[in-house]
């Protein structure tokens, strides 16, 4: 057996944790940061903590607040000529996966010529990246522990992915405390996310015996966990739970890659811009069952981590996970396509760019048609 893991970040874990920050930037002594984050995470009264922080590290610093849900192109590149201009030595990113995995961007084309449409792909970023401290406030995306930065090419209509170990944060600051004022709704969806990242990094053609120990347990802590968080936000045990799940289960899909749920959610965003997390619970349950026929036995595995008991028929056991993934869906009030303005028609579009998505290459069922992909989203109406 021979495989490789990787595991780069130093994580600073618990309530209280964001008060680290500014001895945390002192030890790299740098000159100038750039805090980058979004309105949501302003309105919130987030940021201001984030900055009161870093002015206590005593360094200078500038602020991009620009960030949109799918960051594009378009809005990496202005930050890029922000940080430039301010003689930016490390970021701070605060917020959920889109104010993260934009950082990680920017942070690429500080040490990496040309634009950042070039790097999408695996492996491309040649030169080691700058101190990037990832704060996230949402239990979700793992975008702070991953080395995958999610975004949309607006001249192709395509949600792409930088896929590079160098982009990967320096630093995590994973306060459950900045969770705490996440909207119902959005705490439904990211952890929807989460537990997306857990089951397709188990069933993933890449996977090896870490990666599939760690989406096991991630699994198991995100599916008892999310229901208690959506019905109060103020639980803090699960708030902590949650954050805890979703970093485990990022160590597992940035060294196991995702499948089939993030091919259609990508073309979902890309074209209609709904959001990540929305975009994988809707049609979550639907790929499982799908993908079933190709790994039963693991699909039985995933069952048993959320508490199932098989009937030992494998036939019919291999659907118990999708069929509690639709069941959780239905309780966290997640939408269907059509409640999220998607028409039928736009089916067979929708399709024949999902076959072009990379990630499909890491499903466990292969050989994936157009008219598969039509049967699922047709299902997720």
């Known amino acids: 057996m021979s495989f490789n893991f990787f595991v780069k970040s130093n994580i600073d874990f618990g309530r209280g944790a964001l008060a680290d920050l500014s001895e945390l930037i002192k030890s790299y002594n740098l000159k100038s940061v750039m805090i980058v984050y979004d309105g949501g995470v302003k309105a919130a009264g987030i940021a201001d903590k984030v900055v009161h922080e870093v002015e206590q590290s005593g360094v200078s610093y500038c602020i991009f607040d620009g960030v949109i849900p799918n960051p594009t192109n378009e809005v990496v590149e202005e930050a890029a000529v922000i940080a430039k201009e301010a003689g930016v030595e490390g970021f701070v990113a605060v917020g959920g996966g889109s104010s993260i995995d934009l950082a990680k961007a920017v942070n690429v084309l500080m040490t990496n010529e040309g634009k950042i449409g070039q790097y999408g792909g695996m492996n491309m970023v040649k030169n080691p990246c700058l101190p990037l401290i990832a704060i996230p406030t949402t239990a979700g995306t793992s975008s702070e522990i991953t080395n995958v930065s999610a975004l949309i090419d607006t001249e192709k209509v395509i949600k792409y992915v930088v896929i590079d170990n160098n982009i990967v944060a320096s630093d995590v600051i994973a306060d459950p405390e900045l969770t705490r004022t996440v909207p119902q709704s959005v705490t439904a969806a990211t952890g929807m996310d989460a537990i997306t990242h857990a089951v397709e990094s188990y069933i993933s053609n890449m996977a090896t015996p870490l990666t599939e120990y760690n989406a096991l347990k991630g699994l198991e802590i995100l599916y008892h966990n999310l229901p208690k968080v959506c019905e109060d936000g103020n639980d803090m045990d699960a708030r902590e739970q949650m954050m805890l799940g979703c970093i485990i289960t990022g160590f597992?899909?940035?060294?196991?890659?995702?499948?089939?749920?993030?091919?259609?959610?990508?073309?979902?965003?890309?074209?209609?811009?709904?959001?990540?997390?929305?975009?994988?619970?809707?049609?979550?349950?639907?790929?499982?069952?799908?993908?079933?026929?190709?790994?039963?036995?693991?699909?039985?595995?995933?069952?048993?981590?959320?508490?199932?008991?098989?009937?030992?028929?494998?036939?019919?056991?291999?659907?118990?996970?999708?069929?509690?993934?639709?069941e959780l869906t239905k309780t966290l009030g997640i939408k269907t396509l059509k409640e999220q303005g998607i028409l039928e028609d736009d089916f067979d579009m929708l399709a024949c760019d999902v076959l072009n998505e990379p990630v499909l290459g890491f499903n466990p069922r292969q050989n994936i048609t157009k008219e598969d992909v039509i049967e699922i989203l047709k299902q997720a109406y």
């Open 252 to 326: 597992s899909f940035s060294n196991a890659n995702l499948g089939l749920v993030h091919g259609i959610a990508h073309t979902l965003s890309a074209h209609f811009g709904l959001a990540h997390g929305m975009a994988n619970a809707c049609v979550l349950p639907y790929v499982m069952r799908y993908n079933a026929e190709s790994c039963p036995e693991k699909m039985v595995d995933l069952a048993k981590a959320i508490g199932l008991s098989p009937s030992g028929n494998l036939s019919e056991d291999k659907y118990l996970l999708s069929d509690a993934l639709l």
